[in-house]
């Protein structure tokens, strides 16, 4: 296997331009290692953790941007991430155990486009956009249209992700991230949803909703119907039961070897009710009535 450790950004996109059909990015290597042990070794590796300026989380006019080797773990006991995108920092809370979240960095949870990814569905309900250098440019893409099935997302082979702009949801907004998994830690999802609500300004009815569903579905998915059913109504017992149901039929899940595909829709319709009650009580002060 060859193994190439660039140390710029333009050294390592040479290389991919070069050789990226058969090499691999590697960051923290808790995917790439995996795979190499139990599925199949690359002709090589691209070891991108030395090149400077890729890791670090600032914030940026209304939003933060994040570089693509920030572990998990910094994420986590980011003060800015969890006051400024507690939905993010959920994610990032419930990930594996400290010892991985210590090595993983969520360009790899991202650029790994597994639909379980913890980090994929607060991005998408953040409506938050990937940086990616390629050797002939760069390109910005929301990461609404980032993922393209199992595996397959618009980095491709010869791209590699520098940075995540987030910008900060609507003020008065509240999110939240639950995750449903076999073991209640070192597990990935059967079922992530991440829920952003924000109220009117009388705190009377639903002003913007994003509801993201993980795992349910080749690739996170926003409950786009879902969505447009809450928009500028008060969120009743009736409301809140109509839209976990219609979260649940917007998801297509699989079965494989942590559910069948029936529990997994019953699991998005109880943890979008949860999620949405949760969040509409955080953000009026009321409880679902
Ligand atoms: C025990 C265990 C528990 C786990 N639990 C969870 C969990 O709870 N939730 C969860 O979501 N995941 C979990 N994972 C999976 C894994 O830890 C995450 O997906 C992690 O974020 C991957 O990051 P990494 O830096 O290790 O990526 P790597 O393994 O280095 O890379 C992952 C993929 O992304 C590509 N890549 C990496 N960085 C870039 C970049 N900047 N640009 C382009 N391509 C890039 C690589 O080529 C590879 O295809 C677990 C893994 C293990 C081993």
Known sequence: ME???????????????????ETKVIAGGTDVMVDIK?????????????????????????????????????????????????????ASHQFASLQVRNTATIGGNICRASPSGETLAPLIVLEAKAKLAFADGEKTVPFTSFFQGPGKSSAGATGLLTEIEVPYPATGSKGVYLKHA????????????????????????????????????????????????LRGKPLTPALLKEAAAMAAS????????????????????ALTRRGLAQTWKAATGKEVA
Do not use: C
């Open 250 to 269: 917007e998801s297509s899940p699989i079965t494989d070897q942590r559910s069948s595909a029936e529990n997994r829709r019953w699991i998005v319709e």
């Open 38 to 90: 139990f599925k199949e070794e690359p002709g090589g590796l691209v070891n991108i953790k030395k090149i400077p300026g890729l890791s670090g989380i600032k914030e940026n006019g209304a939003g933060m941007r994040i570089g693509a080797l920030t572990t998990i773990r910094e994420l986590e006991t980011s003060a800015l991430v969890r006051e400024k995108v507690p939905v993010l920092w959920e």
């Open 182 to 229: 076999v073991r209640g830690a070192m597990d990935i999802a059967m079922v992530g949803v991440a829920v952003l609500l924000t109220p009117d300004a009388g705190k009377n009815n639903v002003q913007d909703v994003r509801i993201g569903l993980g795992a349910v579905a080749p690739t996170p998915v926003r409950a786009t119907k879902t969505e447009a059913l």
């Open 3 to 21: 193994y190439f450790e660039p140390k710029t950004v333009s050294e390592a996109l040479s290389v991919l331009a070069k050789h990226g059909a």
